[in-house]
């Protein structure tokens, strides 16, 4: 492979020239635009020399260190690829353990490394280290995505002491950067809140991104970040850095500007309440650290990163979604058969791909007719479904449209036959009183009789329902009074093979059911990261369905996750009318969840327009390149666009975002097109009657429309405005 090549001049230049000693090791990590560079020194010490952009001209990477000059005191220490602790070391370590004679010190060296190249576009370069006062290694793994300059990073511990050694930190990943000042752009977020941006300057000392809460680990503050460099990175300028964990439980992010200004990044799973005993001869293997860089602003390291997402991670990422009319909140858990039935025909006339039955079809003993009880007893509630749910996959099949259906097979009430059937199941505290989130408990997911048992309650709906076409995959609470029964002595390694166990459960799902699609959902998104959604085709974003919210929202979790992955659904939620409702659930995977019948005869023909505008535009904004043109937190109007690859078609969404007297939209710069072409420029999704403001033949060069723009015409009475962009035949 070229870039395998290229990989290694570099190595061979820096090592056969000049002053570097051939003693010394460098190992490049090289992306397409990208370049870290570790050097093992003399002494075997390993330490980032450099990360950033690769240079035009790699036989300079040797001067790097006459320029970045490390003290000789911290050489190795600070700049340590991956920190260990209890030796020459008092810097925040990577890894931390204890020895089988009780001992904590640690000091990893390098012994060899290798670069091999594992798939078109990709490869893998991995690092041993090992302690050579105790038989402890670690292998350092950097998996690269050449082309979305993508790096995912994970560490393997392994030991061959007499007896078990203890993991106090174990992280997945240890980065060094150097700039003049650090931007860390954060979220925080709870039920309906999430994903609020902090953006601040970091100061020396260490920032902390952590998760305690075990399930729904992003509910307070997800694992992904960006760091600018030197200021904040606008859309199109800028130095920037975006990380994430891989890991759907506890996790730490530590941010350190160090005494010699430089940024050390610590990330992996959370030590807190965590020190895991390592068996002799095991491998602990640490979930990867996502992350990407780009000298050129947040768009460009978005839209890498979304295609990324769609080539590598997303099941079906490139393929396609069903749109789907969902009934939660235009039923909650009062239904029946027949009135499930007129939903069927609904979604029909709707002219949706699929209809989703939500929380409340289970449960007899203890029925789900509200949050209070039946989590657990994942059997049809025969009052609500005398005829199971095999009459109504049948009947949906007969209205031609597909039927998909809500879990929350991690959970349990106490009001419930598994509840009373086993105890030993549920995540509590043997000797403290039961505290509950939403009136529930989290099942022990790290027991394998538990993982079974989870696993078959979605192998048995699809055995019993094959025509089942798709999942919503809830986690309503999170986890308190952490105990697990069967771990006995083992406590401390409950939060870490609770997610191991969760994967295990969607691992042998995704082997038997490799297809289907499954919707990512965590009493809203309290549970969004790359870890999970290497399973799920979408994420719910968030309850918080006023569209005036989601266009808050929606632009923050575009910055990672591709518009494919997010499930947007039009609800009543808000005070906007239906149209902007309908045009912010666009930009993504569509859905509905009103209640058709009550729609009257123009808003019904309005939304089923609505369907077949967005079936039309839909593979641009799934497969396109997203550029966020207009900032909601900084403009009136927002504003997003989608281009094919081609760049022969775009979708543009524009929304009001202020509601002042007086307030419209001024020309927006478009980007992504192709200067030379022509496009001819339309409004599409008007509401019945209404006529568009953009009069004439609007055709324009791409150069035009990049450089002095269009305006949308978006008003108090245009409060969203989506515009369609065809090139015209022959350019
Ligand atoms: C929380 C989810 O976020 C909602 O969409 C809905 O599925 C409810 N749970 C059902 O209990």
Redesign the pocket.
Known sequence: MNFLKKGTVVWLLLTALGKISIAQVVIPVITSHNAMLLQADKGGDLKTIYFGKKLADQAEYKKITEVYKTSADYTGVLNSAYTSSGSRNLAEPAISVTHADGNKSLDLKYISHKIENIGNDVSLVSILLKDPAYPVEVTLYYKLYYKEDVIEQWSVIRHHEKGNIVLDKYASANLYLKAGSYWLRQYHGDWAKEMQPEETELTHGIKTLDSKLGTRANLFEPSMFMVSLNKPATEDEGSVLYGSLEWSGNFKIDLEVDPQDNLRIIAGINNYASPYALKPGEDFTTPAFLYTFSDKGKGDVSRKLHTWARNYKIPDGKGSRYTLLNN?ESTYFDFDESKLSGLLKDTKKLGVDLFLL??GWFGNKYPRNG?NAGLGDWQENKKKLPNGLVSLVKEAQKEGVKFGI?VEPEMVNPKSDLYLKHPDWVIKQPKRPEYYFRNQLVLDLANPAVQNFVYGIIDSLFIKNPGLAYI?W?C?AVIYNAHSNYLGKNQSQFYVDYVKGLYKVLDRIRIKYPTVPMML?S??GGRVDYGALKYFTEY?PS?NTDPLERIFMQWEYSYFYPAIASANHVTDWGKQPLKFRVDAAMMGRLGFDIVINKLSASDLLFCQNAVKTYNLVKPIIWQGDQYRLADPGKNNVASIMYVDSAKASAVVFNYLVNYRYGVESKPILFKGLDPKKHYRVTEVGLYPGTKSALAGQLIYSGDFLMTIGFDPSVNSNRTSVVLELNELAGG
């Open positions: 939660w939500d929380d949050d809500w919503k809830d309503n959902c009493g809203g719910w309850d």
